[in-house]
C-alpha cells in the first residue's frame, strides 16, 4: 500500500474510466437522488416516457460507463439508466431499507448485469404470465 500512495514516485498503477455520458440535467437529477436515498425518503421518476410512483430508491451505481438508478417499486427492484430518466420527484413519504435488497444489489452478478435488465425483466415476467 506504501507504494502505491507514495508520492515521491511514479504510481505503478493507473485508474482510468470512461468519461460519463452527457446528460443536460445530470447533476440536478443526481443530487435529488442522493438526498432521497440518504433520507429513506420515495420518489417518482419519469424515465423513457413513462412515469414510475412510490419508488423506493436503494443505490446509484456506476457500471459500464453508466449511472444506474437501482430502485424498489411494490416489492420489485427496478433499474433505471440515469440517461434515460427526464423528471425526478421526491416525495413526503419515507421507507425503510430492506437489508436483503440491499445486500442483493451490492452483489458482483447484480451489478455487472445492470445494463440487461431490462431485458432479464421481460422474461421473468413472460414466465410469470
Not at 1 to 7: G, K, P, R, T
Not at 52 to 64: A, H, T
Not at 96 to 120: K, V, Y
Request: glycine share 4%; net charge negative; aromatic share 12%.
Amino acid at each position: 500500500m506504501n507504494m502505491l500512495i507514495d508520492e515521491s514516485r511514479v504510481s505503478p498503477c493507473l485508474i482510468w474510466h470512461a468519461p460519463l455520458k452527457p446528460h443536460v440535467t445530470f447533476p440536478e437529477f443526481f443530487i435529488r437522488l442522493v438526498q432521497a436515498i440518504c433520507q429513506s425518503q420515495q420518489i417518482s421518476v419519469l424515465a423513457d416516457g413513462h412515469r414510475y410512483l412510490s419508488l423506493e430508491p436503494y443505490r446509484l451505481i456506476y457500471y459500464g460507463e453508466e449511472w444506474y438508478l437501482v430502485a424498489c417499486q411494490s416489492s420489485e427492484i427496478r433499474v433505471f439508466a440515469l440517461t434515460t430518466i427526464g423528471a425526478v420527484t421526491v416525495a413526503s413519504e419515507k421507507f425503510i431499507q430492506r437489508d436483503d435488497i440491499s445486500s442483493l444489489i451490492s452483489g458482483e452478478g447484480f451489478i455487472t448485469a445492470l445494463p440487461h435488465f431490462p431485458f432479464i425483466n421481460d422474461v421473468i415476467d413472460t414466465f410469470r404470465q
